[in-house]
């Protein structure tokens, strides 16, 4: 077989919700490509959040891990995630591996790879937030990801320029955008112009400001939560015209504060997480978003919304530079008025018209693709 037709089996190893959200354009691009073979091995370590992505972008796994158990602490998944992923690695000899961002499946995924002399490629690589402990332990994580991997494909240039600073060689360091924003553009042109969610009745927003909210950072367990949790009441009493719409996450370190903080306020929706193509969908739909995501931040320029991140560090700042997100942490006196400076004024608040988004323009999955399979083709 001449190097011109070989085909090269990549695996893309996926656990979470967003990690699916961003590789899902790379495994639909990798489908149709010449030379480059997808093999989609799922840990599963957000079971039921993962199961809809997939379904939304119909991917099936080729092994699903289901590692995912009760309450396991962080060394038990991360011991799990390494031996079975180890394993599967052994077994099915792809010639590359893809890892997503910064989660414990990215990290012992790498790992994995690396005992068994797979070259890993690093999507969303460079992000930095400065702070070792926020978010945690995902900084961490990223961190030690880096240097083992022989593709860093980093989103921006800043994220290059974080990886230049730690000592990564600049010829495996590749500036390609994100794939959130590929992922977005597809979901935004298959979108009706009005779509049912379970837990907000028909007509519910109709002549309402919505404000929609996530918040699941184990950074912000406990006090963090419960804060903001009290500024969001805040902000429902403020304003009548407005409706709180929050999918709350399935963790129970999130839903016990915010179900007895929030959940007899008549315009506060606590409703169960949503599908991305409804997340999409009250994306479009918000005048504001208050959110501890990474992937909020980077969606939001192309959608025009406002952004108030509730952390006190971030790893993507191109979003505060741009003017469509801010720093509030989980303080009531930073996130009340930063909400009313972005809803008084009315109608609709402050949400402005979609900007070139820092961190792509649709087209970093082909971008990705291209450099893994140029680099194969040429390996020795």
């Known amino acids: 077989m001449t190097a011109a037709s070989q085909r090269y089996r990549v695996a893309l190893v996926i656990g979470t919700r967003p990690e699916a959200i961003k590789m899902a354009p790379l495994v639909l691009a990798m489908r149709d490509h010449p030379s480059l073979e997808p093999f989609l091995l799922v840990t599963a370590q957000h079971r039921q959040l993962l199961d809809s992505v997939l379904g939304t972008f119909e991917l099936r796994p080729d092994v699903d891990l289901d590692l995912m158990r009760p309450n396991q602490s962080l060394p038990e998944l991360s011991a799990r995630i390494l031996t ?20 414990t499946t990215c990290l012992c995924t790498t790992l994995a790879a690396f005992y068994e002399r797979i070259p890993v490629g690093h999507v969303e690589a460079g992000l930095r937030s400065g702070d070792l402990m926020a978010p945690w332990p995902e900084e961490m994580n990223r961190r030690l990801v880096d240097p083992i991997c ?15 600073a730690e000592n990564v060689p600049a010829e495996r360091i590749f500036v390609t955008g994100n794939t959130v924003i590929d992922a977005l553009f597809w979901m935004r042109q298959r979108l009706p112009e009005r779509m049912d969610i379970a837990g907000l009745p028909t007509g519910d927003l109709d002549g309402k400001r919505l404000v929609l909210v996530t918040g699941h950072r184990r950074e912000s367990f406990g006090e963090g939560l419960r804060q903001m949790c009290r500024a969001l009441r805040q902000i429902a009493d403020r304003y009548p015209d407005v409706i709180i719409v929050y999918p709350v996450h399935y963790n129970p370190n999130v839903r016990a504060p915010v179900n007895e903080i929030l959940g007899s306020h008549p315009r506060i929706r606590l409703i169960e997480p949503v599908d991305y193509p409804a ?42 530079q741009h003017g469509v997100a801010r720093l509030v942490g989980t303080d009531p006196e930073q996130i009340v008025p930063a909400a009313e400076e972005i809803l008084s004024p009315l109608p609709g608040g402050a949400a402005t018209a979609p900007i070139d988004n820092p961190f792509g323009d649709g087209q970093a999955a082909q971008r990705i693709l291209k450099i893994l399979a140029k680099s194969l083709a040429n390996r020795p």
């Not at 099915?92 to 893809?98: F, I």
């Not at 022989?150 to 230049?164: D, K």
């Not at 995501?293 to 320029?301: F, I, K, R, Y």
């Open 84 to 103: 079975a992923v180890g394993a599967t690695l052994a077994q099915s000899r792809p010639d590359a591996v893809l890892v997503h961002g910064d989660t």
């Open 150 to 164: 022989r593709w860093c494909f980093a989103p921006t240039e800043r994220a290059r320029g974080s990886l230049l």
């Open 279 to 320: 997340f999409v969908y009250l994306m479009q739909r918000s005048a504001l978003i208050i959110t501890d995501s990474g992937g909020v931040q980077e969606e939001a320029p192309s959608l025009g919304k406002p952004v108030l991140v509730t952390r006190y560090t971030t790893e993507r700042p191109e979003a505060l």
